[in-house]
């Protein structure tokens, strides 16, 4: 014939299921409480920027010195100053030191323009 259960067994074993589930909720909590920083971490590696270049690049010829982006500027203006309201997509320049000239199309439409320099 099988036992039957005391109080004390089912009181016992109510106890120790009680003492399990406690420890379960505690290892949850303690899961999330690190979740949060991971993510945390996560984010400030993704947000550092890399740092930007400046380059310039300067011809000279013929004991004169002159920035290719100070050409480029001139060329924008005079572009502008004919009075076209297109934005430049493309920027083809070619620069002759020896006549002080820069030539340049743009936008693949816009040739035989030349500015001094």
Same mark, same amino acid.
């Given at each position: 014939?099988?036992? $039957?259960? &005391? +109080?004390? %067994?089912? @009181?016992? *074993?109510?106890?120790?299921?009680?003492?399990?589930?406690?420890?379960? !909720?505690? #290892?949850?909590?303690?899961?999330?409480?690190?979740?949060?920083?991971?993510?945390?971490?996560? $984010?400030? &590696? +993704?947000? %550092?920027? @890399?740092? *930007?270049?400046?380059?310039?690049?300067?011809?000279?010829?013929?004991? !004169?010195? #002159?920035?290719?982006?100070?050409?480029?500027?001139?060329?924008?203006?005079?572009?502008?100053?004919?009075?076209? +309201?297109?934005?430049?997509?493309?920027?083809?320049?070619?620069?002759?030191?020896?006549?002080?000239?820069?030539?340049?199309?743009?936008?693949?439409?816009?040739?035989?323009?030349?500015?001094?320099?």
């Amino acid at each position: 014939m099988p036992k $039957k259960a &005391t +109080k004390s %067994t089912v @009181a016992e *074993k109510t106890a120790v299921k009680a003492e399990s589930q406690a420890e379960v !909720k505690e #290892t949850k909590a303690a899961k999330s409480d690190t979740k949060p920083a991971a993510k945390t971490e996560t $984010k400030t &590696t +993704k947000t %550092t920027k @890399a740092s *930007k270049e400046t380059i310039t690049t300067t011809i000279e010829f013929g004991g !004169k010195n #002159t920035k290719v982006e100070s050409i480029i500027d001139s060329i924008k203006e005079a572009y502008k100053a004919e009075g076209n +309201k297109a934005a430049i997509k493309t920027l083809d320049v070619y620069i002759q030191p020896e006549n002080n000239v820069a030539f340049y199309v743009i936008n693949g439409k816009v040739e035989g323009k030349s500015v001094n320099f």
